[in-house]
């Protein structure tokens, strides 16, 4: 009888373990890559969205989306038939590390974005990714082409080798690549200042706001302008207006293309920093902040003006929780001649969408971009929907793939402003009537970026496109950057520091600099680049 009761409840628990096996196949069968199951695909993204970032938490608390389950992912399933899974999902700083990790492991998802030039080298020539080239052409529709194609071919220059284009640009505005200069006007008023036109204006608006106690409570504790440690990246827009363009890559006087970073142009700019900072204008612990820890002293009132981009403004707009008097502005870019200002740029794109090579159906990604952008700007988009939920305006960013159109924001901010001058607002279509919406919604960061005057766009508007220099160079790090490039830019960076700090010779230390700079591989990136341009 023992022995009878042992083998039946052996039996038992085979069936239970088989039943339970059984089940937790199916399940992982159903978010097994590439699965399809009644007209639906499974697919496993990667993509640099944080999904613990505030406006994800609001969106599921509103409306009770997630970011594998919400409009987008819903859309696409009714659209493309495709079901949304992320393999790799991690906030922008993270993401490109743990790419990095899933290359090496050759553990990848099935569609994914790739936002560094070297992974996307090394992924395309080891032969980890398909060739999207021929599958762009045969499914795109005019409207992804034209969007993704609109300010240049050259958008595909990153993840083109051998003449093969083996992934779809994200693309995005160009006009994201702006630096603007951003001034509390309500301390201009009280210290009976004009706005800054020149570069002499700036520095005597920077001496007037440290020195002269616009905040009013009796102590010497206020910077004129702000400055933090990515200053060559964080405020170019200062060096501009000494035609020095750091960073990029344009054709000299002589027809070759050079690294703006190592020119002699970028020795005035540097000369007024370094005056500020031993005037006490500019902070003296900027060489160890970083870009948030300036904006912290922008936010709580002790910074007069900055140089940033256009979505500062959701960072700047802070200040008023702590001085309801504060008023920003953006103002046109002071210059320091009589030529209009020249505002350098690239093909702006957030990275490069790629398909694993054992994915069977690479036509996927670029049907989904095509549903992307019919969405948000097609003949019967509904823009209010795909963009934003209310005072939520990044809804757009809750796809596992997205692309912009490049005229976006200014085309938004011309029709707004045509609309408020004609008092027709309530005629606004497309992305226009989206922005208003959420400006009227209260999203005074929004009103800040895109509104009438004194904003970001109402400068890209008085000189995009005429005024912009495109970047000559947009490939693939050459052999001589994929080696030394790190350590070419941190000499440069520490360099310049140092001379703003005083602790070198802006006059005999540059020089130096540029020397050191070409030895350590300059001469040979930049032979390397224009030989790759001639191509």
């Known amino acids: 009888m023992k022995k009878s009761l042992a083998a039946i409840v052996l039996i038992f628990i085979l069936i239970i373990t088989a039943c339970s096996n059984n089940a937790g196949n199916n399940e992982s069968d159903s978010e097994a890559s590439g699965q399809e199951q009644n007209g639906q695909i499974d697919i496993q993204f990667g993509s640099p969205i944080d999904p613990n970032m505030e406006q994800a938490g609001q969106l599921e608390k509103k409306t009770g989306e997630t970011l594998e389950n919400n409009r987008w992912t819903k859309l696409f399933a009714e659209k493309n038939g495709v079901v949304t899974h992320y393999k790799l999902v991690n906030p922008q700083g993270d993401y490109a590390q743990k790419l990095k990790l899933s290359i090496a492991s050759g553990d990848l998802p099935d569609i994914y974005i790739v936002t560094d030039k070297s992974d996307l080298k090394q992924l395309a020539e080891g032969g980890a990714i398909q060739e999207m080239g021929p599958i762009y052409d045969q499914y795109a529709s005019p409207l992804l082409k034209s969007i993704i194609e609109s300010e240049s071919m050259k958008v595909f220059d990153p993840m083109t080798y051998d003449g093969k284009v083996y992934g779809v640009p ?315 490039w790190s350590s070419m830019n941190e000499l440069l960076s520490t360099e310049f520091t140092a001379m703003i700090q005083g602790k070198k010779n802006l006059d005999g230390d540059f020089d130096s600099m540029v020397q050191n700079w070409n030895k350590l591989g300059g001469t040979n990136v930049l032979e390397e680049v224009n030989a790759q341009a001639a191509k």
């Open 170 to 484: 994200a693309k995005m505005p160009s006009t994201n690549g702006y630096n603007h200069l951003w001034i509390r006007e309500d301390w201009l008023q009280k210290l009976g200042l004009e706005r800054p036109k020149t570069m002499d204006d700036l520095y005597h608006v920077a001496n007037a706001f440290a020195k002269q106690d616009p905040d009013g409570n009796g102590k010497a504790d206020t910077f004129g302008l702000g400055l933090h440690k990515d200053f060559l990246n964080g405020m170019k827009g200062l060096f501009w207006s000494y035609k020095a363009y750091p960073d990029f890559w344009y054709k000299n006087a002589s027809g070759q293309i050079v690294y703006g970073s190592a020119q002699q142009e970028m020795k005035k700019p540097l000369e007024l920093l370094a005056r500020m900072y031993k005037e006490g204008l500019v902070d003296h612990e900027f060489g160890s902040n970083d870009e948030s820890k300036m904006l912290e002293s922008v936010v709580a009132g002790k910074t007069g003006m900055i140089y940033a981009p256009h979505w500062t403004a959701y960072s700047v707009e802070k200040t008023m929780e702590n001085d309801p008097q504060a008023k920003w502005i953006v103002v046109p870019l002071p210059t320091e001649g009589s030529d209009p200002i020249t505002i350098p740029l690239t093909n702006s794109t957030d990275g490069t969408y790629v398909v694993n090579k054992d994915f069977k159906h690479p036509e996927k990604l670029v049907e989904m971009l095509n549903t992307y952008v019919e969405a948000l700007f097609g003949e019967n988009a509904d823009f209010n929907k795909y963009w934003a939920d209310g005072d939520i305006d990044s809804v757009w960013t809750m796809s596992p793939v997205h692309t912009l159109d490049p005229s976006l924001d200014l085309k938004g901010h011309q029709d707004i402003k045509a609309a408020l001058a004609n008092q027709t607002t309530d005629q606004l279509t497309g992305v226009a009537k989206g922005f208003y919406k959420t400006m009227q919604d209260g999203v005074w960061g929004m009103s800040m970026m895109f509104g009438p005057e004194d904003t970001p766009f109402a400068f890209v508007d008085q000189t995009y496109p005429d005024q912009v220099m495109w970047s000559e160079y947009e490939g693939a790090p050459t052999p001589t950057m994929a080696t030394n």
